[in-house]
């Protein structure tokens, strides 16, 4: 069978195999875990027919090329099309989890019928960024991944959310511009459990709501984190099991971000007096609110659709439909609106003071929060960017008295944070 066939790996002897024949722990629960996720992207391509086509017709060919004694024609590198295998990317950065995922999708996905290749971004935000990046890629080629792209960004000097943010931005732009570009059907990341827990942490000690407490979703679009529920010792173990040698992002040790001094500091703390388990009872917590968040998400939007009117430059908010509703609904549809018609981003204070004009009118003046004038006239209550009318304010028009409220500027969005490996996944 041709080196280029998707299949090719399935024959191999396994590098992680022990004398008797099976391979570590860790490594079986890394490669049992990308199994269940590509199992999960064909079964996914096939029910909405997105996919199917090209399974099919790799499938017939890989069949009609076996009868007649010849190799695959497909290669596994290049964009996926009609006759070719699926392609999944990894998301690989060279530290031990998308190592460890690397490696078990590398050694899952030709007996699953899938082409497996990786992505590798390289921030540039380190001296000597390019050579990490690039013995990243030869990593993942020497575990027969294919295609293999480095892709080097930008990352913007200021932007909302710091530096983490703007890097995570950058890199999963150049994910989805890569994805794109081979046609691959998902990009998988190598967030981890300890990732899942952290994030829950953060989002409580900053006061969000059950949206940022559900932390880092498994999946969102094209972008898969398979590696939810494991454990960052356990893909360590399976690096060092199949003798691979994971970069060790000296970032991980700065205690200037938040999310290190959480994982030198706080968990250790937190398993030392409460107990171990700590880091899956999180995860568990942030699986329950997620599915708390998407229920009142999705009623939500049906209430959005009868309670918010888009304007000329403007948003209207019935205040009927809005005041019948439960606050989780209400706060909910309130800061979509702002968000939607203006990019503003609204904390709880801001958009409690908006609710008040819906459920606690006594005829008090306009609101203004972050980038939005809110105002009751009569039966509804108007969001206006506030640079239209900024000497003004939207109460001169509509006859209310002067702005009041507050003008502090409004608490950055929930975000999902870097994991293990802040360059790509």
Do not use: K
């Amino acid at each position: 069978m041709s080196a280029a066939d998707p299949m090719a790996g399935a024959g191999r002897p396994d590098p992680a195999a022990r004398p008797w024949g099976r391979p570590d722990p860790a490594v079986a629960e890394t490669r049992a875990t990308a199994r269940r996720a590509l199992v999960g992207i064909a079964t996914v391509a096939v029910a909405t027919g997105d996919g199917s086509a090209a399974l099919d017709a790799w499938h017939e060919e890989s069949s009609a090329a076996g009868a007649q004694g010849e190799g695959s024609s497909h290669g596994q590198g290049g964009r996926s099309g009609a006759g070719a295998a699926p392609l999944v990317l990894v998301a690989l950065s060279g530290g031990a989890d998308s190592l460890a995922l690397a490696a078990a999708v590398a050694f899952e996905a030709p007996r699953a019928g899938m082409r497996a290749g990786a992505v590798v971004v390289d921030h540039g935000l380190q001296e000597g960024s390019a050579g990490v990046a690039e013995r990243a890629a030869e990593q993942a080629r020497g575990l027969g991944l294919d295609p293999v792209l480095v892709r080097r960004v930008v990352v913007a000097a200021r932007r909302s959310g710091g530096p983490e943010a703007a890097a995570r931005t950058a890199r999963y732009a150049a994910l989805e511009e890569a994805r794109a570009e081979l046609g691959a059907a998902a990009i998988l990341t190598a967030h981890t459990r300890d990732d899942q827990a952290e994030q829950v942490l953060l989002g409580l000690a900053r006061g969000s709501g059950s949206r940022a407490i559900s932390g880092i979703p498994p999946m969102r679009g094209a972008i898969l984190r398979p590696f939810l529920g494991l454990s960052r010792a356990t893909t360590e173990r399976a690096c060092a099991a199949q003798a691979l040698e994971p970069w060790r992002d000296p970032h991980n040790a700065d205690r200037s971000y938040a999310r290190v001094r959480v994982r030198s500091s706080i968990m250790p703390a937190l398993e030392r007096e409460l107990g171990p388990g700590v880091a899956a009872n999180l995860a568990r917590s942030a699986e329950l609110a997620r599915e708390d968040a998407d229920a009142l998400d999705a009623l939500a939007a049906q209430l959005h659709a009868r309670a918010v009117r888009p304007g000329d430059g403007r948003v209207e908010l019935d205040v009927a439909v809005l005041a019948a509703a439960a606050p989780a609904l209400r706060n909910r549809v309130i800061r979509r609106a702002a968000s939607e018609g203006f990019g503003a981003q609204l904390n709880r204070e801001h958009t409690l003071a908006v609710a008040a004009l819906v459920v606690d009118w006594r005829g008090q003046g306009p609101i203004d929060v972050p980038g939005v004038w809110a105002v009751r006239v009569a039966d509804r209550v108007m969001l206006v960017a506030r640079d239209r009318d900024r000497d003004r304010g939207p109460g001169a028009r509509a006859g209310a008295g002067p702005g009041a409220g507050s003008d502090a500027g409004a608490e950055p969005g929930p975000t999902e944070g870097p994991s293990e490996e802040r360059r790509t996944t």
